[in-house]
């Protein structure tokens, strides 16, 4: 999933292995949509990460329900 291509963009200094900035560079990559992309995933992945985190006691609960009684739809399934 990308940004929006309209979202405002800062000037921002970065440092990066300058092996990988000329390996990039020769591949004819973006740097900055490069960078945005990571970015992109990791704060996605970081507020997974906290949801989880934040909804672990409900997750398990229901689970635990589950186990116990099973799917409200057990006895209807066909497959």
Do not use: C, P
Not at 43 to 60: P, Q, T
Request: glycine share 2%; no cysteine.
């Amino acid at each position: 999933m990308r940004m929006a291509t309209r979202a405002k963009k800062v000037a921002t200094n970065l440092s990066l292995r300058a092996d990988l900035v000329a390996e990039a560079k020769a591949l004819d990559l973006n740097l900055s949509e490069v960078v945005d992309e990571a970015i992109q995933n990791a704060v996605r992945k970081a507020r997974e990460a906290a949801w989880l985190a934040d909804n672990s006691e409900a997750i398990d609960q229901y689970n635990e329900f589950v186990a116990t009684h099973g799917l409200f739809s057990d006895g209807r399934r066909r497959f």
